[in-house]
């Protein structure tokens, strides 16, 4: 029997390495990449286990799996999360967990702890197969269709059985003609006739549809199942004034112990979504022994290469020892500029496209805790995201402050639309705004778009040009 299985997880590139990797090993595997959709998928149809992350977008992964408990629903659930602390097990596991597995980890390891909760969860109610309003007891071979019982003949419910294990997906007449009558005869109508006594049994007395034509490919049974958005590979792509020297209070030489370990925490959290998709892609290699990659493969793994090296190099500026300033002052494009160097990998690669439009003559705080900040934003921003970004800094200066805003997006229109900065800084968006109000400024992030802004006290100063002249 197909054991089906449901990853709710909303990155993308990580969900379709899990998934592809656990189908190699004999699960039907459907995909949901944020809470509506895995609420939807669990009315539509029994699965056997959840693999549920905790770092769901913006949804809390143990809110969730607390609302899914409460509701009664039963079928077991494996919890992957980068937070390691005793802690965060027992919380978990208390909340209704069956298990918990912390990345970055061992594909082997993943799935032989599926395989221990499946065989310890022998649940009954779970072997019976659901597809919407439609049930079919493989233990008593009874098919209903809410309250109504349906008869069909043993072939009959032999092709039923084979449409609701893969529901929501499209099914060949080459597949349903070899696991149901055992031969591929490309001329046989077999398939095209009990799929019709299908129709009439159970399709006839219903307003809603359940199965439908596939034109060309086949048959599917239910509403078409929640997919993988295809992973491809994108291209990439002043007013004179005098601001006062900041308060000696607004430039602290270093950042408090706790909001430090705050910021690192959350950027290693992050770093672990990468460092587990690169990891399980070799693993598979290694299992099956390819010699070639499908197409696309190396893109994938190179981007998810990539993200792991910003976010490292977020946490190397958060512990970076820098020399004390040598004035309270420095310009903002040389700021950036050092910034921007620490990702010249990412730029080279496709991976990041940044384009400055900061006047050259804005300075900000010279101090490190300044740097650290926009080091920490800048790796998140790019770490979080599974696609190839193109972010925009400005800068405009306005009585005595600076508005330094970062605006990103996909460099395809095609894809998805990238996370906002609410949802990237979700974690640790109290730690940064204090912060940012200790250097004497604000953070400010506009509700569900794609951008924040950093307002600090600034001023205008000469350039090297300026000198020349």
Sequence with gaps: MVMSILLADDDVQLATFLSKSLESEGYAVHTALDETSVLSELQRQNYKLIILDLNFGKTDGLRLLEKLRSRGLETPVLVLSARNRVSDRVQSLNLGADDYVTKPFSFQELAARANAILRRKADRS????????????????????????????????????????????????????????????????????????????????????????????????GKPAPGLPQQERVDSVSQHGMAALPEATSSPGQLQSGLLRALI???????????????????????????????????????????????????????????????????????????????????????????????????????????????????????????????????????????????????????????????????????VQEIVHDLGGELVLPEGRPEFSLVLPARIGATQTDFLQ
């Excluded at 077999?190 to 019709?196: G, Q, R, T």
């Design 265 to 431: 925490h959350g950027v290693a959290h992050d770093l672990a979504q990468p460092l587990t998709s690169v990891r399980c892609f070799l693993e598979m290699l290694a299992m099956h022994k390819k010699a070639t990659l499908e197409p696309g493969e190396m893109t994938v793994i190179e981007q998810q290469a990539d993200r792991a090296i910003a976010l490292a190099k977020g946490i190397s500026g958060l512990v970076r020892d820098v020399p004390p300033p040598v004035s309270p002052w420095i310009q903002l494009d040389t700021l950036l500029a050092d910034l921007v160097a620490d990702l010249t990998l990412l730029l080279q690669s496709g991976h990041l496209a940044i384009e400055r439009r900061c006047e050259p003559r804005i300075q900000i705080s010279s101090s490190p805790v300044l740097r650290q900040v926009l080091a920490f934003l800048l790796s998140k921003l790019v770490g979080r995201n599974s696609q190839p970004l193109a972010i925009v800094v400005t800068a405009t200066l306005r009585e005595r402050q600076c508005s330094l805003d970062l605006r990103w997006r996909c460099g395809d229109p095609s894809r998805r639309a990238v996370d906002d900065g609410r949802t990237i800084l979700a974690r640790e968006l109290s730690s």
């Design 126 to 221: 779970l072997s019976v197969l659901r597809v919407e309003d439609l049930h079919l007891d493989p233990g008593s071979r009874k098919v209903h269709r809410g309250k109504r019982e349906i008869k069909l003949s043993p072939k009959e419910l032999d092709l039923l059985q084979i449409l609701m294990h893969r529901p929501g997906e499209t099914v060949t007449r080459r597949q349903l003609l070899q696991e149901c009558w055992g031969t591929e005869e490309t001329d046989s109508n077999l398939v095209d006739v009990y799929v019709n006594y299908l129709r009439r049994k159970i399709d006839a007395l219903s307003t809603e549809k359940l199965i439908h034509t596939v034109r060309g490919a086949g048959y599917r049974l």
